[in-house]
């Protein structure tokens, strides 16, 4: 069975920082594009992070410079480090898997993250 588990949320103060993870099991990361993406309260979810087998990243603008995803495919674990978190970055935020080839596409339940001062 395919499934990818968040985790690392929590509530920090507007400048800080966290490092969410998504362990996959069922799913070789090397033959997956593995995303982030973020949904506030009463939006819609929108595109943070990606990264492919080759390590290539793509960022949304909002989060460039300050958010950086990575990856270990031998740990089956994607990171996403949020580094000066604003008081506009809190949401669920979840880990999306889509095959390089062929059909197949995984999301994870999320992990909820709270930026208060």
């Known amino acids: 069975q395919k499934q990818l588990l968040e985790s690392g949320g929590g509530m920090v103060q507007p400048g800080e920082s966290l490092r969410l993870s998504c362990t996959a099991s069922g799913i070789r990361l090397s033959m997956y594009d593995m995303s982030w993406y973020r949904q506030a309260p009463g939006k819609e979810r929108e595109f943070v992070a990606k990264i492919n087998n080759p390590g290539a990243t793509w960022y949304a603008d909002a989060v460039k410079g300050r958010f950086t995803i990575s990856k270990e495919n031998a740990k089956s674990t994607v990171y996403l480090q949020m580094n000066v978190l604003s008081p506009a970055a809190p949401g669920v935020y979840s880990c999306?898997?889509?095959?390089?080839?062929?059909?197949?596409?995984?999301w994870g339940q999320g992990t909820q993250v709270t930026v208060s001062s």
């Open positions: 999306h898997a889509a095959a390089r080839m062929g059909p197949g596409t995984y």
